[in-house]
């Protein structure tokens, strides 16, 4: 996409155009454009977070999946949890279990039996 043609579509978003969202959430998970989601999710755009969950797993990102995990969502825990296990990142189940998230402490104990 063209840098006028986001402009364009981020003007429509600021005058209230949900439909210059959905555009710009299409664009940027084709892009694989964490930022650009970050930003639509920021927005209150529910499938924007879905799809930045999504794609900071495909990615890798523990990060973006931490930071989304710590403002309380659910998804990027559970995604968060899995990611951690595949990598084998024991710190961070550890820290996930020290918080009180069971599933995580189970797959942890898990991890340390094998």
Same mark, same amino acid.
């Not at 968060?80 to 009180?100: P, V």
């Given at each position: 996409?063209?840098? $006028?043609?986001? +402009?364009?579509l981020w003007a429509r978003v600021?005058? /209230?155009?949900?439909?210059?969202?959905?555009?710009?959430?299409? =664009? #940027?998970?084709?892009?694989?454009?964490?930022?650009?989601?970050?930003?639509? !999710?920021?927005?209150?755009? +529910?499938?924007?977070?879905?799809? %930045?969950?999504? %794609?900071?797993?495909? =990615?890798?990102?523990?990060?973006?999946?931490?930071?989304? $995990?710590?403002? /309380?969502?659910?998804? #990027?825990?559970?995604? %968060?949890? =899995?990611?951690?296990?595949?990598q084998g990142n024991l710190a961070?189940?550890?820290?996930?279990?020290? +918080?009180?998230?069971?599933? !995580? +402490?189970e797959v942890l104990a898990e991890?340390?039996?094998?």
């Amino acid at each position: 996409m063209a840098d $006028s043609e986001r +402009a364009e579509l981020w003007a429509r978003v600021r005058s /209230g155009d949900h439909s210059a969202i959905d555009e710009l959430v299409v =664009q #940027a998970v084709e892009q694989g454009d964490i930022d650009e989601l970050r930003l639509l !999710a920021e927005l209150g755009n +529910a499938d924007a977070v879905d799809e %930045l969950i999504q %794609l900071a797993g495909e =990615q890798g990102n523990i990060v973006e999946l931490r930071r989304l $995990s710590d403002l /309380g969502n659910g998804t #990027a825990t559970d995604e %968060l949890i =899995q990611l951690a296990a595949e990598q084998g990142n024991l710190a961070e189940l550890q820290r996930l279990a020290d +918080a009180g998230n069971v599933p !995580a +402490a189970e797959v942890l104990a898990e991890l340390l039996d094998d």
